[in-house]
Structure formats: C-alpha cells, structure tokens
Nanobody, 121 residues
Framework: QVQLVESGGGLVQAGESLRLSCAAS????????MGWYRQAPGKQRELVAD???????NYADSVKGRFTISRDNAKNTVYLQMNSLKPEYTAVYYC???????????????WGKGTLVTVSS
C-alpha cells in the first residue's frame, strides 16, 4: 500500500510564502513523475507544477516565476515553494505521484488527501 502525505499548508497574507511537502511511503519500487495540483472552491482540479524522475519541471502559466517544485528522491518527497502568494491561489493543494510498486507492474497514479492553502488579501 502506498500513502502520500502533504504538509505545510496554512493561512498567510498576500505576498507571503509557504513551502508544501509531500512524502510518499509504503511499498514503493520506483517513482516517476511527482506533482502538485490544486482545487479552488467551485472549480476543477488543475495542475500547478510537476517534476519528472530526471528533475525536468513543468509549471502552470499562472504560477511561473512564483512557485518552484523540487524533489528529494532519497526521501521520496516532493516540495512546492510558493512565493508572492495571491488570494486567487487559495485552494486545497494535492500531491500526485506516479509510482511503481513492483518491478514488472506499470506506474499508477496516487494522490494525497490535500492540504489547504488560504491567502488573505
């Protein structure tokens, strides 16, 4: 069984920073891409940023230059450094990882339960 546990969310004021972490644990043979998604009230879940096993990154246009995604493969952990936060970034942030649990099994997508980020104006 695989678990993804996010941490680091909270309430901040506009312009401040937060760092989210997501640690994967359990039966893990390998991890391919890891990423962060968010879902604001009344909206669909959207990709914020992702990072592949080679550390190539991809960002939503709305967060380019403000957010930085990184990963620590030894700790099976992905991070999201969020700077210059805006009220419109208020959402539940979810961690996603493509994980292979056994050598001959394809990667499957796993999700964390989410962490709330609230940015006040």
């Amino acid at each position: 069984q695989v678990q993804l546990v996010e941490s680091g969310g909270g309430l901040v004021q506009a312009g401040e920073s937060l760092r989210l972490s997501c640690a994967a644990s359990g039966r893990i043979f390998s991890i391919n891409a890891m990423g962060w998604y968010r879902q604001a009230p009344g909206k669909q879940r959207e990709l914020v940023a992702d990072i592949n096993s080679g550390s190539a990154t991809n960002y939503a246009d709305s967060v380019k230059g403000r957010f930085t995604i990184s990963r620590d493969n030894a700790k099976n952990t992905v991070y999201l450094q969020m700077n210059s936060l805006k009220p419109e970034y208020t959402a539940v942030y979810y961690c996603n990882a493509q994980i292979r649990t056994f050598p001959m099994v394809p990667h499957s997508a796993y999700w964390g339960k989410g962490t709330l980020v609230t940015v006040s104006s």
